[in-house]
């Protein structure tokens, strides 16, 4: 087989056009919000800025303790910050105040397991107060339910339920740069 030889390019010459597109810079950092409850309302912006977002639920079966929400719950946060290619912020709804004492010992489980897997991994985390989410996505800080998701659809998103729609109104509050922390 025959060598063969290219010419060296001038010193003003320019390549062929790229056939392909170039590939999107990663460069954001990927960040989960999250209302937790047994049903976890979640809103993530990826490393490429998109945003994802929906429900999942953590109520154990029959045959389970109570305990496997938590287990759970934590192995849906390793999976999850793994499909990302890694989290570096998640915010919560802070409730102080809850409808019952089962609701208040639900919650107090769910934090408590979120603060121990951010702090192992060295992730930043913080509490958002209701108040300051609801006046941030409608206007009104004692906005219902109904009002959080309308909130939600008229910028563009669809949320199944309130979980969702609060979890989203963190995300946008954590990622507005005039009316959050960007």
Not at 81 to 98: D, K, M, N, P, Q
């Amino acid at each position: 087989m025959a060598s063969v030889t290219l010419p060296m390019p001038t010193a003003g010459a320019s390549g062929p056009p790229l056939a392909a597109p170039l590939p999107v810079a990663l460069g954001r950092p990927a960040i989960l919000a999250l209302d937790l409850g047994t049903t976890t309302g979640w809103a993530l912006r990826g490393q490429d800025g998109g945003i994802t977002s929906g429900t999942v639920t953590f109520r154990p079966s029959r045959f389970e303790g109570g305990g496997m929400r938590y287990l759970r719950f934590r192995g849906w946060l390793g999976e999850l910050a793994a499909l990302t290619g890694g989290l570096t912020r998640i915010a919560f709804e802070e409730v102080r105040s809850h409808a019952g004492t089962d609701a208040a010992h639900l919650y107090g489980g769910f934090l408590a397991h979120l603060s121990a897997w951010c702090e192992e991994r060295g992730i930043a985390y913080e509490g958002v107060p209701v108040a300051t989410i609801k006046r941030f996505a409608t206007g009104k800080g004692n906005a219902d339910k109904a009002a959080m998701i309308a909130a939600m659809r008229a910028r563009g998103f669809a949320p199944a339920d309130d979980n969702e729609a609060d979890a989203l109104a963190i995300l946008l509050w954590l990622t507005d740069a005039q009316g959050g922390r960007a």
